[in-house]
């Protein structure tokens, strides 16, 4: 370990050997999880056997039992298998910065750091769980993998995964995201995946979707619907999933186990920890390790995820069991939603588009163990370019985000005369973003802002099983 001016850096050696699982210190069922015909009280077959719940069995087909185990139960350290070790080995440990410079245009007395994730050939943090994932699918002789992505961050990664481990990758892409962000796609097909425009002409639920709305633009939900869909007719294939599930936080985690280690060296301890939310991967590899280190040192540090206003599922969701996709198909989950059939406006940051927030992270904000805060378009890219100029790092729209909020308390510090210390992630570059900051320079970037009415419509389309008495 060594601190470098203001950059804090750890060695090869210093990767973290395990992930953290925050199901150990949160008050919540270790699977929280029915699937859709769970409904109705679970018959003898249906109960759990060999200590694992009935749903771990329904997932079992697609998720291999390797990896979902750890992120089920109530191990707070789960080991990372060597050779995934070995893979992250390629580019971690990232860098811990402090951002003097941001520090220094906002007269703030704050001190800022943040982390960056954007060192690795793909641009962002989905490289950690796309590694760990293509590891645990090969083993368990998975040859083919298949995903949705929204920006195009996670569907960028596991196209490089599944190249370096030997594996075929699908990537349905949502498709307003593949026009603003082309190269995300050429990425992808560098690394030998198949890149579909979502929705699309080649499933049902696409060729449903078009023909009931031909201009729709797409949405997480959709391009997951169509990749489950094609996972089915692919022999040894399965589908892979970027975000919001047990095991993609657990592998995130690795984040804020470096980020630790780093704060330590610089001599600090956050009182602010900011990321932004999509469906969670990104604040939870952060925040999870800190809220296990606020419980055990009873640090008074705040959690703060950041969504848009264009698909603010926190800020003004509701808790609820909702699916996963936009056809119903995968089990549902207790977590704040829109509403899984929700298509939020086409606004650039593409990876925060997704109707619903994390179970685990969604379990965290109704417990009040962390807060939400949803910003629009424009005021995003203001603070995204504020941080290109003085820190020479062009972040990513959806970090951008995280960035707009560190602001907007590192200004709060200096008008009320405090020196909190805040730590973000900043979880990937915006270099393949930048025609989304032209649009902003040249004053071309539209708020969007969603209706009560249009959440309201979206939110009457939860499933009937919902009021039907499915555990609450």
Not at 86 to 114: F, G, K, M, S
Not at 158 to 180: I, N, P
Not at 383 to 407: D, K, M, Q, W
């Amino acid at each position: 370990m060594k601190a470098t001016g203001d950059r804090f850096l750890l060695d090869e050696d210093d990767i973290p050997t395990h992930w953290y699982n925050i199901l150990a210190d949160l008050d919540v069922p270790p699977m929280d999880v029915r699937r859709a015909r769970a409904a109705a009280p679970a018959s003898g077959q249906d109960q759990a056997r060999d200590g694992y719940p009935a749903q771990a069995r329904d997932l079992a087909p697609n998720i291999p039992l390797s990896m979902y185990r750890g992120s089920i139960g109530k191990q707070r350290h789960v080991e990372i298998p060597a050779e995934v070790r070995e893979q992250y080995a390629r580019w971690r440990p990232t860098p811990l910065v402090r951002a003097r410079r941001l520090e220094q245009a906002l007269d703030t007395p704050a001190h800022i750091y943040y982390k960056y994730e954007g060192t690795n050939a793909a641009g962002s943090h989905k490289l950690n769980s796309a590694l760990a994932q293509a590891y645990f699918y090969k083993k368990a002789g998975v040859q083919e993998l298949t995903t949705g992505t929204g920006a195009g961050q996670w569907g960028t990664a596991l196209s490089m995964a599944c190249q370096a481990l030997g594996l075929g990758c699908t990537v349905f892409m949502v498709r307003r995201s593949l026009e603003q962000k082309p190269y995300r796609g050429v990425l992808m097909k560098l690394n030998g995946a198949r890149v579909v425009a979502s929705p699309s002409g080649s499933t049902e639920i696409g060729r449903e979707l078009l023909a009931a709305a031909p201009g729709t633009e797409g949405s997480l939900a959709i391009a997951n619907a169509e990749a489950l869909e094609h996972a089915r007719t692919v022999a040894h294939g399965r589908f892979a999933v970027g975000s919001g599930e047990n095991h993609v936080l657990l592998h995130q985690t690795v984040i804020g186990e470096e980020a630790l280690r780093q704060m330590e060296l610089a001599g600090e301890f956050p009182d602010i920890v900011i990321a932004s939310m999509g469906a969670g991967s990104n604040f939870a590899g952060l925040a999870f390790p800190f809220h296990r280190e606020k419980l055990r040192t009873h640090a008074a540090t705040r959690l703060i995820a950041v969504e848009p206003e264009a698909c603010p599922k926190m800020t003004r969701g509701r808790y609820a069991w909702d699916y996963n996709d936009f056809s119903g198909t995968t089990p549902m989950t207790k977590m704040y939603t829109l509403g899984h059939t929700f298509v939020a406006p086409g606004v650039h940051a593409g990876g925060l588009r997704y109707h619903g927030a994390a179970p685990l992270v969604s379990a965290l904000y109704e417990q009040g163990l962390m807060e939400a805060v949803a910003y629009g378009q424009n005021a995003v890219f203001e603070a995204g370019a504020l941080f290109a100029r003085t820190e020479n790092l062009v972040p990513a729209p959806e970090s951008a985000h995280a960035v707009r909020c560190v602001i907007d308390e590192a200004v709060r510090a200096r008008e009320e005369r405090t020196s909190p210390v805040i730590l973000c992630n900043i979880s990937g570059h915006g270099l393949l973003d930048l025609s989304a900051y032209d649009q902003y320079l040249a004053g071309g970037l539209e708020d969007h802002t969603v209706s009560d009415e249009q959440i309201a419509d979206s939110l009457a389309d939860l499933p009937e099983a919902l009021s039907a008495g499915v555990a609450q």
